[in-house]
């Protein structure tokens, strides 16, 4: 698709093929790109589960004409426009907002607060920057991003207005181009999170322990950077975020600083103590759990590593290399248990890394069938092809094994969930790397909360 569009900027004739459901991802990503009516054709099958047979029957059955059409007519114009959310202004009753905001698809099919004049302006007020300063610009859609149009997608969702701050470090996050969020509308399902450290944790009330993904404003939060993806990155179901089965929404966890017996992820990262900050990550899933039982650290370790293996796509993690990310969480009692046993978090990392292994029989495996590659390719074969896996992987005897991570840069621990149980969960994601930045707090931000508790305290 990108290269067809890359073409058609140099003057040179191209035409996009795509599966059925593509189609408008095609339409829009020549009006983002530049290349407005992008020449395509259209392919009714899934090549992947399809035999030599099929595949020439469907090609014959119009795929073929609509090459040539497109290649010999002039270019159409685009179905669609995609506005900006700052032009969006309407009145009506509460029903009729509902329904506009859903009819033209700016809302995730929940209600929402309409975003007013009078509330938007209640947000700005815990930003420094000017209202209408771009902060970024996000693809895929490449709208601007400004304290303003967050802070509406923020009332929307029924954020607070304190919480301004860590979207609108959210969004700065998503725009470093080292996350990929272009990619994000992957087949898989790339499901984004956000991971809050600091102070902040405190001064807000961020659960960080027993559902803390699922209590208080996270979710909220959670749902205001889903919206924001939707509103101004111009990633919609269907059109953009091209998930196979859809996705979740984005949630939002935060690290208990207090009880890990390491330095929490945003000093790794290389952020003071003191700083607050959120770190954009992406995952495939979300919810299965090792349960990590007694006091030997390195079994503990282990059952871990199990967990990882467990949870990666084997070719994926081959073919992108440090393009990814394995996020553990660990509950804060596991995590003192394998500190007890004299293990730093650096220490674990390593493990981690070194421990999460497949055999070459599996590897190989997943090359048949697993990836698309058709069967009857060799693991030799996608070694030769430049696939991202080391050369002397084709020589391997089945029974050697091969680490799931291929770099230890992409495994990161953070600590958070119940006290009192012994969990880990592992979120693994491909195309992402994690993009942390500090929230800018406002002047006199200590009055602003405060103020901000006072109003939302229940009365009685």
């Known amino acids: 698709m990108r290269p067809a569009i890359e073409a058609e900027k140099l003057g040179i004739p191209s035409v996009t093929l795509a599966a059925s459901s593509f189609l408008s991802l095609v339409q829009l ?11 395509y054709a259209e392919y009714k099958g899934t090549l992947a589960v399809e035999s030599e047979k099929v595949i020439r029957e469907n090609l014959k059955r119009g795929t073929f004409q609509e090459i040539i059409q497109a290649l010999t007519l002039p270019p159409g114009k685009p179905q669609r426009e995609i506005a900006s959310a700052d032009k969006v202004v309407l009145k009506g009753s509460f029903a009729e907002i509902q329904d506009s905001f859903y009819e033209n698809g700016l809302t995730d099919g929940l209600a929402i607060i309409p975003p007013t004049q009078e ?48 979207l609108i470090a959210a969004v700065e996050a998503a725009a470093d181009p080292l996350y990929n969020l272009e990619q994000i509308g992957t087949t898989g399902g790339l499901n984004q999170f956000l991971l809050i450290n600091g102070p902040i944790i405190q001064e807000l009330g961020i659960p960080h322990d027993i559902g803390l993904a699922s209590r208080g404003p996270n979710p909220a939060i959670g749902r205001a950077f889903g919206l924001i993806l939707r509103n101004i990155a111009g990633f919609r179901p269907g059109e953009q975020y091209m998930g196979t089965f859809g996705y979740i929404l ?3 966890i935060a690290e208990n600083e207090a009880e890990s017996p390491w330095d929490p992820f945003h000093v790794q990262r290389g952020f003071d103590r003191e700083a607050s900050t959120v770190t954009l990550g992406g995952t495939f899933n979300w ?18 590593c199990a967990e990882i293996v467990r949870n990666v796509i084997i070719m994926a993690t081959c073919q992108f290399g440090p393009v990814q990310m394995m ?12 500190a007890a046993g004299g293990y730093s978090k650096k220490e674990v990392l390593k493990y981690f890394f070194e421990n999460s292994r497949v055999s070459v029989r599996e590897l190989s495996f997943e090359v048949k069938y697993g990836w698309g590659t058709g069967a009857g390719v060799t693991l030799p074969q996608v070694v030769a092809e430049g696939w991202g896996m080391p050369k002397e992987w084709a020589h391997l005897r089945p029974e050697d094994t091969v680490p799931v991570m291929g770099y230890p840069e992409t495994i990161h621990l953070v600590v958070c969930g119940d006290l009192t149980r012994n969990k880990a969960m592992t979120l693994y994601g ?12 406002p002047a006199h931000w200590e009055n ?10 229940p009365q009685g």
């Open 250 to 252: 984005p949630f939002v």
């Open 327 to 338: 996020t553990v969480l660990l509950t804060p009692s596991v995590a003192k248990a394998i």
């Open 448 to 457: 602003l909360i405060c103020k901000a508790c006072a109003a939302w305290k």
């Open 430 to 441: 491909v195309y992402n790397r994690p993009s942390t930045k500090e929230i800018r707090k």
């Open 29 to 39: 990503l020549g009006v983002q790109e530049g290349v407005p009516g992008q020449p």
């Open 287 to 304: 919810g299965g759990q090792a349960f990590p039982s007694g006091t030997d650290p390195e079994g503990l370790l282990k059952i871990i």
């Open 119 to 166: 509330r938007v302006e209640e947000f700005l007020r815990f930003t420094d920057r000017s209202p209408d300063e771009t902060l970024a610009i996000l693809p895929a859609a490449n709208l601007r991003a400004t304290p303003r149009i967050i802070a509406a997608n923020a009332v929307m969702a029924g954020c607070r207005p304190e919480h301004l701050p860590i």
